[in-house]
C-alpha cells in the first residue's frame, strides 16, 4: 500500500503567489521524484532527488530532499495560470519499488 | 526523441470481456512499468518489466498480467472485466536498470467497463 502522506490535498492559488506542498513518509527513501499532470496527460517529470538535503529547481520550481530522508518538499515561486494541474511526490525505498503520493490538486482562485 | 506511446487513447468494454493495452516505450528503455489511476486511489502500481522479465509486481488480482517484448514494447492484459477496473491505465519507461531511474509516462488508456 501507500507509504507516502502528500499535503496539502487540493490548494487554491491567485496569480503572483508563492506556493508549497510537501510529502512524508514512515520509512527511508533513496530517492524522491515531483510530477505533474495536466488533464488528459500523463505525469511528466519535474524534479529528481538522489541525495538527503539536496535543493534543486527548475525553473521557478525547487524542490529539496529532506535531511531524515523521510520527506521532501517543493516549492512555486510566483505562481502562474498554467501551474494548474496535480502535482504527485514519488519515492523510493531502498531496494524498492516506487511509491506514489495521493496527489496535491491546484487550482486557480477565482 | 519520440516520448512513450500508448494505445489505445480511448476504450469502452462490458463486464467480463477481456482488453489488451499497448505500450511503446522511449527509444532505448528497457524498463517498463504499468500503473492503474483512479480519483480515489492516486497512481497504483500494477508490475514493472525489465529485458522481458517481470521484476516487480504490486497488488492487484491475477486478472491483471502483462508481458514484455524483445523490442521493450509492453502489453498489459485484463481478464473479466469489473466496474471497478474503469480507470486511466499508465505505462511509463525508465532507462537504466536501477530502480530509482525516472520513469517517463505515457498518456494512458482511458478504459471504460460498463
Known amino acids: 500500500g501507500q507509504q507516502l502522506n502528500q499535503s496539502p490535498q487540493s490548494m487554491f492559488i491567485q496569480e503572483g503567489e508563492d506556493v508549497s506542498m510537501n510529502c512524508t513518509s514512515s520509512?527511508?527513501?533513496?530517492?524522491w521524484l515531483w510530477y505533474k499532470q495536466d488533464p488528459g496527460e500523463g505525469p511528466v517529470l519535474l524534479i529528481a532527488?538522489?541525495?538527503?538535503?539536496e535543493l534543486t529547481s527548475n525553473g521557478r520550481l525547487t524542490a529539496q530532499f529532506g535531511i531524515t530522508r523521510k520527506d521532501s518538499f517543493l516549492n512555486i515561486s510566483a505562481s502562474i495560470p498554467s501551474d494548474v494541474g496535480i502535482y504527485f511526490c514519488?519515492?523510493?525505498?531502498?531496494?524498492?519499488?516506487?511509491?506514489f503520493g495521493a496527489g496535491t490538486i491546484l487550482r486557480v482562485k477565482s | 526523441k519520440a516520448g512513450v506511446t500508448q494505445t489505445p487513447r480511448y476504450l469502452i468494454k462490458t463486464r467480463g470481456q477481456q482488453v489488451t493495452l499497448s505500450c511503446s516505450p522511449i527509444?532505448?528503455?528497457?524498463?517498463v512499468s504499468w500503473y492503474q489511476q483512479t480519483p480515489g486511489q492516486g497512481l497504483q502500481f500494477l508490475f514493472e518489466?525489465?529485458?522481458?522479465?517481470?521484476?516487480n509486481k504490486g497488488n492487484f488480482p491475477g486478472r491483471f498480467s502483462g508481458r514484455q517484448f524483445s523490442n521493450s514494447r509492453s502489453e498489459m492484459n485484463v481478464s473479466t472485466l469489473e466496474l471497478g477496473d474503469s480507470a486511466l491505465y499508465l505505462c511509463?519507461?525508465?532507462?537504466?536498470?536501477?530502480?530509482?531511474?525516472?520513469?517517463?509516462f505515457g498518456n494512458g488508456t482511458r478504459l471504460t467497463v460498463t
Open positions: 514519488a519515492g523510493v525505498e531502498y531496494g524498492n519499488k516506487l511509491d
Open positions: 527509444s532505448g528503455h528497457r524498463s
Open positions: 511509463a519507461s525508465s532507462s537504466a536498470g536501477a530502480i530509482n531511474s525516472p520513469l517517463h
Open positions: 532527488l538522489y541525495k538527503a538535503g
Open positions: 518489466y525489465f529485458s522481458e522479465t517481470q521484476r
Open positions: 520509512s527511508i527513501f533513496n530517492t
